[in-house]
């Protein structure tokens, strides 16, 4: 099932600087993204969605950026910090199609160096 | 600030034993979830449960799982009789379940690590 794909296992980024995550989707009927970050031995933390009705969604450092046309979706973490250090996942979920299951994507882990 | 809680932490279990996941969801949630993630592997769905029944299921929740809500706090998952493939970290999320058709937000337990040997 590779509905929602993150193709970055991993990113690195100093800290202070931007860190640009990636998710790509190829199901035409999601229609609410989400973002969850996770650290070893805990369950995901939510952090962020946006609908697909919206472009763009921003809460403090977080912003999301939604293009349906590509069918693509981006985390930006602006300035990174040593505790953004973390597994982050996308996930997207379809009511009409799957009621309230999330898809989720594979995952990227997120080095921020100090 | 409200979480979902979830226990054991581990449990390990011989295969064939039954198992008892629980999970305590968000008090004023009404949509429940069961989700796994076997090692190296995507978190995956298995179950949702809303006003006192399955709402839906994946092709991995056969007839050897089962979720119940005992009381008006706990959630539990049940796996009958164990597989080793079994073994994975089940989380278990909540959600408002404010009416079909509204995108929800799911919060997440911190999970049970099941091994079975």
């Known amino acids: 099932d590779q509905q929602v794909k993150q193709n970055s296992p991993s990113l690195s980024v100093q800290e202070g600087r931007i860190s640009i995550l990636n998710c790509d989707y190829t199901?035409?009927?999601?229609?609410?993204f989400l973002w969850y970050k996770k650290y070893p031995a805990e369950g995901p933390t939510f952090l962020i969605s946006i609908s697909s009705i919206k472009d763009k969604n921003e809460d403090g450092r977080f912003t999301v950026f939604l293009n349906k046309s590509a069918k693509h979706l981006s985390l930006h973490i602006v300035p990174s910090q040593p505790g953004d250090s973390a597994v982050y996942f996308c996930?997207?979920?379809?009511?009409?199609?799957?009621?309230?299951?999330?898809?989720f994507g594979a995952g990227t882990i997120l080095r921020v160096k100090s | 600030e409200p979480e979902v809680t979830q226990t054991p932490s581990h449990q390990v279990t011989q295969m064939g034993q039954e198992v008892i996941l629980r999970c305590v969801p968000i008090?004023?949630?009404?949509?429940f979830y069961w989700y796994r993630q076997i090692l190296g592997q995507k978190v995956e769905f298995l179950v949702s449960f809303y006003n006192n029944e399955i709402s839906e299921k994946s092709e991995i929740f056969d007839d050897q799982f089962s979720v119940e809500r005992p009381d008006g706090s706990n959630f539990t998952l049940k796996i009958r009789s164990t597989k080793l493939e079994d073994s994975a970290m089940y989380f278990c999320?909540?959600?408002?379940?404010?009416?079909?058709?509204?995108?929800?937000?799911?919060?997440f337990g911190p999970g049970t690590r099941l091994l079975v040997l």
């Open positions: 008090s004023n949630h009404l949509y």
């Open positions: 199901n035409s009927m999601f229609d609410y």
């Open positions: 996930a997207a979920s379809s009511y009409m199609e799957y009621g309230n299951k999330l898809v």
């Open positions: 999320a909540s959600s408002e379940g404010a009416g079909t058709g509204i995108p929800e937000t799911q919060y």
